[in-house]
């Protein structure tokens, strides 16, 4: 391919209401009269005709607790698989590994097993994860 067969690929801008000779004059390709010739005449996704929409018929529920403490979890099992004997294991190393995406209070939960000794630092541990831990040899600090 040489540079003069190259092709220029940019689409021309439809020119409304140009005269009638353009092919889009006079109604701009809107038609005849009606809600939709005019200006502002489109209706959201939402409006079902004038009768009152499904947002409005049906009833709310329900609530988001604002003071709710919501943590990241993540499961012993996953630990055990992701990280070698001795190693520690804290917020960061759990980024780093592309085990947790966002920096949030991590939870540990007990899930799976614990075969290796680790070091882990977390915001809560739950009982379970707590035993299989301790009783791998690995020590836990919870960091409020």
């Not at 092919?23 to 502002?40: D, I, L, P, V």
């Not at 020590?139 to 409020?144: A, D, I, K, L, Y």
Request: charge should be positive; proline fraction near 3%.
């Amino acid at each position: 391919m040489k540079l003069s067969e190259l092709v220029k690929t940019v689409k021309r801008s439809k020119r409304l209401g140009r005269g009638e000779a353009s092919g889009w004059g006079k109604t701009s390709g809107r038609g005849t009269k009606g809600q939709k010739a005019r200006s502002g005449g489109a209706k959201g996704p939402y409006f079902e005709g004038g009768q009152t929409p499904l947002i409005r018929r049906v009833p709310k529920r329900g609530f988001r607790n604002i003071f709710k403490k919501r943590f990241i979890v993540v499961n012993v099992g996953t630990l055990d698989e992701s990280f070698s004997e001795g190693e520690e294991v804290s917020i960061q190393s759990l980024i780093e590994k592309n085990i947790i995406k966002k920096r949030l209070p991590v939870k540990i939960l007990g899930k799976g097993e614990m075969t290796k000794r680790l070091k882990i630092i977390a915001n809560k541990f739950s009982k379970t994860a707590r035993e299989k831990i301790m009783k791998a040899g690995g020590t836990v600090e919870e960091t409020g």
